[in-house]
């Protein structure tokens, strides 16, 4: 079932600019030894600018295969995925990893942090790959998840919750079009996940990025604009 939490952004509240996510049809066969399992099940879906989307459902239901073909990580075996008005599976393996980097923000359940560097490091380092080479406001970037105090820390002398907000900081650095959300809150307590959702959702708005969170956690679902289920690589109507 399809539900509908909270409004959704208020009309012209986000970059026109920017279309967001819009998957049409889309179908995904993966291999499971001498069968063929359909991942994704003709999959319709539009994320705009500035909106939270959570998608709940089973294991094994298709979200991690959404993120994936979403995230440029896999092409679909047919149907289309575009971010930004981009094609993503008619971009070349070399100019797709370029708009992965630029366009799209990744959040792990764990932050996926780099071990070796502190957390401003970990914010340049992605501004290092991606050729820039103006200024960055690394504080800046980390006062808007309330990090800046801990920027010479390293990932293990920080919290879970810590390490989410790094991992959003890092995501967004970038100014991507659209960010993909992986369980934020699986290895989190009830405070620290209603805290990490809740800045999801300020971050998605103030920066008019797509966002889309794949979660297991219902006790968050009241920070997202809308809520969609998935069962058997399908999304389900209203």
């Not at 709940?56 to 575009?82: E, Y």
């Not at 008005?85 to 923000?105: M, P, Q, V, Y």
């Not at 919750?161 to 009830?190: F, K, N, Y």
């Amino acid at each position: 079932m399809t539900t509908s939490t909270v409004p959704t952004p208020a009309a012209g509240a986000a970059d026109t600019s920017r279309t967001g996510l819009v998957m049409s049809g889309v179908s995904l066969e993966l291999g499971d030894g001498d069968r063929i399992v359909r991942a994704l099940d003709s999959v319709d879906l539009v994320v705009r600018p500035g909106e939270l989307v959570a998608v709940v459902g089973p294991s094994g239901a298709g979200k991690s295969s959404l993120l994936a073909v979403a995230g440029a990580l896999t092409s679909p075996t047919s149907g289309t995925a575009t971010v930004h008005g981009h094609d993503l599976a008619s971009l070349s393996a070399r100019r797709r990893a370029r708009f992965r980097l630029e366009e799209i923000g990744f959040v792990f359940q764990s932050g996926n942090l780099v071990p070796a560097l502190t957390v401003a490091d970990q914010l340049r380092l992605v501004h290092h790959l991606r050729g820039r080479r103006d200024a960055f406001d690394v504080t800046r970037a980390l006062e808007q998840v309330g990090m800046a105090h801990k920027a010479d820390r390293r990932p293990h002398e920080l919290s879970g919750g810590e390490r989410q907000r790094v991992g959003i900081a890092r995501a967004l650095a970038t100014h991507p079009s659209l960010l993909l959300v992986d369980e934020p809150t699986s290895a989190l307590d009830r405070a620290r996940s209603q805290d990490v959702v809740a800045l999801l959702r300020e971050r998605t708005e103030r920066a008019s990025v797509a966002t889309v969170m794949v979660t297991h956690d219902h006790d968050v679902l009241h920070h997202c604009h809308r809520v969609l289920t998935m069962e058997d690589g399908r999304l389900l109507a209203a």
